[in-house]
């Protein structure tokens, strides 16, 4: 199955000069899960005097504007460009992937 989805910025002002982040997202049909691999952030800003910031990335999943799971990554310490590589797998059956959203 074929699915084309666009991607839809949330609250556009609120997250200028926030950086940049680097996911994969990939559903197999086999297994009915979506995974989400948060990859890497840069760029990000600096959140105390040192000029450094200790970033995480939430992961929230939601069904009809409904959130049905949330997960975090680890903590980086001291660093504008964190590398991630954490993996979420979420279990969704294939017949309500298209109400499906992840922020």
Do not use: W
Not at 86 to 94: A, G, H, N, R, S
């Amino acid at each position: 199955m074929l699915m084309n989805r666009e991607i839809i910025k949330r609250n556009v002002r609120k997250s200028s000069g926030r950086g940049e982040l680097l996911i994969s997202l990939c559903y197999q049909s086999t297994t009915n899960t979506l995974t989400v691999v948060v990859l890497k952030a840069r760029h990000l800003p600096k959140s105390d005097v040192s000029g450094l910031s200790d970033p995480y990335v939430k992961v929230n999943l939601y069904h009809a504007k409904k959130r049905i799971s949330k997960k975090k990554t680890h903590v980086k310490k001291c660093t504008p460009n964190a590398v991630f590589n954490e993996l979420f797998v979420f279990d969704i059956p294939c017949e309500g992937l298209e109400d499906i959203s992840v922020e």
